[in-house]
């Protein structure tokens, strides 16, 4: 007899709140990323806030699958969206602003970067990958006044809320100042994606599960939850190899991801489970290439358990 999936938010055997499920519903057409390169800096690396930028970082910005800086935005996302096409004829595109920190510009550089893409018809809404120390009152007001055409999503890179953590990988704010800036955008339309990496350096269990306590009971729409790349040309990928830390085993990576996705309300969608590491440049661990059998398991794990997102998930007073 075939089992009963008690997930609510759910058109398959997926136990947790998918990206797919909520483009689905929400445009009733298939609905697919565009990433681009829109040649932004980041405060992180060119001193305002520190140098060399975060220790996990390459040296393009976690945009490895963005478009080529080389050519413009509108050529970028043609050819792109030309490779989606082939694969969902019928497909709509989010533009999504992936490299660097992409509102670390003057006001009117936002405004053409991303007018000319709200304004396209065959663009169903914006992503816009950024840091919560970039987003002063001026742009977050921008930002809002473009939710009137299309949805807006503002996604933020906290990686961990432990501040020991954040210093170890020089990502140059503290938590106060997500925490900040997550106030100043709770009360816009803009929709707000958190992204965390499991495994950051010598982080227990226990610090991976409570930063996703902290996160499910924030004002926000979804999560990106990847496992550490250590990738070459990285500062951390210099500390790895002069002093190795413990890394998750597959099967360590995939209790704890199962154990937060049991902590998150269940409404809060789950944009990523796993990153995608470049394979020649991927020094650690191996076993994140294989992407298809780590979702795989994260599906047999909850079924494993009779689990599902958001059933150990109690709202804090």
Known sequence: MKKVNPFPFSDDNKRYHTWNYYLKHQYHEKVFKVALNANFSCPNRDGTCGVGGCSFCGSLGSGEYAGDIHEDLFAQFEERKAMMKRKWPDGSAIAYFQAYTNTYAKLDTLKKTFDPFVNREDVVALSIAT??????DDK???LQSLT????????????SIHDETAKRVNRGHDYQTFLDCIQRLKHTDLKICVHIINSLPYESKEMMLDTVRAIADLPIHAIKIHMLHIMEDTQMAKEYKEHPFPILT?????DIVVSQLELLPPEIIIQRLTGDGV?????????TLKKVVVLNDIDKEMVRRNTWQGKH?????
């Open 279 to 287: 394979k020649d440049k991927l020094i650690a661990p191996d076993w």
């Open 148 to 159: 009137k055409q299309k949805d807006i999503w503002i996604e933020l890179g906290l990686q």
């Open 131 to 136: 840091r919560c120390d970039c987003l002063e």
């Open 313 to 317: 998930y109690t709202k804090s007073v």
């Open 140 to 142: 977050i007001t921008y």
């Open 250 to 254: 597959k099967e360590e990576y995939i």
